[in-house]
């Protein structure tokens, strides 16, 4: 099977910062492609934060670009999402999202976790 497991989430002041990680595992992973974050507040559509490939490069919603940093550490099959300058409009489940082939087939496969409330308090 696959997991994908989030942690770091909670409740910040605005202006403050918070780091969520989110790690894979499972006995059916062979290679994982892109990972990312989204998220979705009471109401809203689901909107993705950031994004990141195997090889690094990273992209960003223009709600969070500069205030936001996405990274990962391919050794240990985990990503992180340093949230900077926090606003009560970024308050919301956050969840981590990858493409993964698996082990049987070899086909990408998207896989998401169970997601980390974020809330940003005024």
């Known amino acids: 099977q696959v997991q994908l497991v989030e942690s770091g989430g909670g409740l910040v002041q605005a202006g403050g910062s918070l780091t969520l990680s989110c790690a894979a595992s499972g006995s059916r992973i062979f290679s994982i492609n892109a990972m990312g974050w989204y998220r979705q507040a009471p109401g809203k559509p689901r909107e993705l934060v950031a994004r990141i490939t195997t090889d690094g490069r990273a992209s960003y919603s223009d709600s969070v670009k500069g205030r936001f940093t996405i990274s990962r550490d391919n050794a240990i099959n985990t990503i992180y999402l340093q949230m900077n300058s926090l606003k009560p409009a970024d308050t919301a489940v956050y969840s981590c999202?990858?493409?993964?082939?698996?082990?049987?087939?070899?086909?990408?496969?998207?896989?998401w976790g169970q997601g980390t409330q974020v809330t940003v308090s005024s």
């Open positions: 999202n990858a493409v993964i082939n698996e082990m049987a087939t070899l086909l990408p496969k998207m896989h």
